[in-house]
Antibody, heavy 121, light 106 residues
Framework: QVHLVQSGAEVKKPGASVKVSCQVS????????IHWVRQAPGKGLEWMGG????????IYAQEFQGRVTMTEDPSTDTSYMELTSLRSEDTAVYFC??????????????WGRGTLVTVSS | SYELTQPPSVSVSPGQTASITCFGD??????ACWYQQKPGQSPVLVIS???KRPSGIPERYSASNSGNTATLTISGTQTMDEADYYC?????????FGGGTKLTVL
């Protein structure tokens, strides 16, 4: 049973960067595809990117290209999502999740509890 | 870019059947998934690959996907089913979520 534990809430100023972690338990990180999804207050789910098992590389949503970096540390089974040049619109809850089933019909299950990132001057 | 369109809200009386639609161009040629999200909680997978129900999800949840529309159906809706529901699909190697539908049970 995969379990995802995310890091705590962050408050950042505009222009700063934030790095959110997601630690996997119950499974080995290298055998999973971890993806990141965010949700602004009162808004819907927005996919940011994640590891593609087919392409063997990390894929990013176009909206975040150049501003987001997703990395992994297999020694601690931890995945990281770093977002730079933060602006107020980046205030959101950031979720990590595992994707099973690949890129043709994969599903997100389970999800971490989410990390609130607040961007405010 | 590919879009999935859901109605913002759906209302249903307890015990009745709720249907939530998700529209996308040739969505039936892709796999659709559905997630339930209650206030302050993380999303939970309720349907994968068009119609597969994960273990632990009640049998009253079912779904279909054909043409341009995927549909999530909740039979015998209960008050505990009140939540936001999101559809999701893959397009050209990227993930798309619908805008979400707030299901009200009253």
């Amino acid at each position: 049973q995969v379990h995802l534990v995310q890091s705590g809430a962050e408050v950042k100023k505009p222009g700063a960067s934030v790095k959110v972690s997601c630690q996997v338990s119950g499974y080995t990180l290298t055998k999973l595809s971890i993806h990141w999804v965010r949700q602004a207050p009162g808004k819907g789910l927005e996919w940011m990117g994640g590891f593609s098992s087919e392409e063997r590389k990390t894929i990013y949503a176009q909206e975040f290209q150049g501003r987001v970096t997703m990395t992994e540390d297999p020694s601690t089974d931890t995945s990281y999502m770093e977002l730079t040049s933060l602006r107020s619109e980046d205030t959101a809850v950031y979720f990590c999740s595992t994707v099973f089933g690949g890129q043709r019909g994969g599903w997100f299950d389970p999800w971490g509890r989410g990390t609130l990132v607040t961007v405010s001057s | 870019s590919y879009e999935l369109t859901q109605p913002p809200s759906v209302s249903v009386s307890p015990g009745q059947t709720a249907s939530i639609t998700c529209f996308g161009d040739k969505l039936g040629d892709k796999y659709a998934c559905w997630y339930q999200q209650k206030p302050g909680q993380s999303p939970v997978l309720v349907i994968s690959q068009d119609r597969k129900r994960p273990s632990g999800i009640p049998e009253r949840y079912s779904a279909s996907n054909s043409g341009n529309t995927a549909t999530l159906t909740i039979s015998g809706t209960q008050t505990m089913d009140e939540a936001d529901y999101y559809c999701q699909a893959w397009d050209s190697g990227t993930v798309v979520f619908g805008g979400g539908t707030k299901l009200t049970v009253l």
